[in-house]
């Protein structure tokens, strides 16, 4: 018997994975009203009308999202919503990051069924569900984050601005319209974030300001 689960937010563009994921749901928690989404747009749009959502299953590779620029969105504009990652990709290095980046699971899509209810159901219980063969105990090491310290200290205060609202999943267009600055200037600014970092797109770059800051 499990306790109430109210509401569950799926962010995957495949409808049949959405349909097979919304019927293992609603297997073990037939009274919770589960709320698709296709799309990164169509999923802040959600979110925002039901951030009391018991748990968001996010698929990292939908249009609209950046690398872990969805999860980042989450995490710095709704950390109380638990997010477990759901996706084809397998890579140890993937995983660790999701968890880096605040993931409080990882399934892969070719597990089973029982393998995605058992995840589903440990997350909301409060417990982490990430793969057993992942090594976690990798990190950082001082002289790394002394370096990344530096680099992000370099950054001029309307980079640093910049660099913030990438972290939360912002596109240039909206960065530009927030800033009141021109969509080329933000494209300016990143490549100056990317140059300082020693970064080849944005999201190594805000895993490495995330990094210093789980570091803190």
Not at 45 to 64: F, S, T
Request: glycine fraction near 4%; include cysteine.
């Amino acid at each position: 018997m499990f306790f109430d689960v109210e509401k569950i937010i799926i962010a995957d563009d495949h409808p049949m994975f959405r349909s097979a994921l919304k019927q293992s749901i609603t297997s073990d928690y037939e009274n919770c009203d589960i709320i698709e989404c296709e799309s990164l747009d169509d999923l802040r749009k959600h979110v925002k009308q039901n951030d009391e959502a018991d748990l968001l299953i996010l698929d990292l590779n939908m249009p609209g999202a950046d690398g872990f620029s969805s999860l980042s969105y989450m995490q710095s504009n709704y950390p109380n919503i638990p997010v477990i990652i759901i996706s084809a990709v397998e890579k140890a290095e993937i995983i660790r990051q999701a968890k880096t980046f605040g993931a409080l699971g990882y399934i892969s899509k070719s597990a089973n069924i029982e393998s995605i209810r058992a995840g589903i159901r440990s997350v909301l219980e409060g417990n982490l569900f990430f793969p057993e063969e992942i090594d976690f105990t990798s990190s950082l090491n001082n002289e790394e984050i002394k370096h990344i310290t530096q680099a992000v200290s370099e950054l001029t205060p309307q980079q640093y601005k910049v660099l913030q609202m990438i972290k939360q999943g912002l596109l240039n267009k909206q960065i530009a319209y927030d800033l009141h600055i021109t969509e080329a200037t933000v494209k300016a600014h990143v490549t100056a974030i990317m140059r300082k970092l020693n970064v080849n797109n944005r999201t190594q770059a805000v895993m490495k300001v995330t990094l210093i800051e789980l570091a803190e």
